[in-house]
Nanobody, 130 residues
């Protein structure tokens, strides 16, 4: 029943931009903080961003701060990740997910931990060429 579908990935050159979308269904999106996570094959998943259910608080990994912007439209049941000034190090599969550990409606201000999130989507590939 819980569905999260990522889209918007692609191949871009260094310095380019992409906007990822996370379309959700099967749950009350307005009750949940949503995280964006990414994973490179052979490595542990990495937290990228988190947005609170109210949209008043957003958090970013240091590696993307100032370049990425997370937003949400609860009426459309969609969460977005605007990615600017992309770098080859951003290459990964990107996932959106609901926060399930601790307070489900707010992000952990200290870290964006993949362990705090469940119900990941299928992911969308982002590839940034040098």
């Amino acid at each position: 029943q819980v569905q999260l579908v990522e889209s918007g990935g692609g191949l871009v050159q260094s310095g380019g931009s992409l906007r990822l979308s996370c379309a959700t269904s099967g749950f009350h999106l307005d009750y949940y903080a949503i995280g964006w996570l990414r994973q490179v094959p052979g490595k542990e998943p990495e937290g990228v961003s988190c947005i609170s259910a109210s949209t008043t608080s957003t958090y970013y990994a240091d590696s993307v701060k100032g370049r990425f912007t997370v937003s949400r439209d609860n009426a459309k049941k969609t969460v977005y990740l605007q990615m600017n000034s992309l770098e080859p190090e951003d290459t990964a599969v990107y996932y959106c997910s609901t926060k399930t550990r601790g307070y489900s409606d707010v992000c952990d201000p200290e870290e964006i931990s993949p362990a705090d999130f469940g119900s990941w989507g299928q992911g969308t590939q982002v590839t940034v060429s040098p």
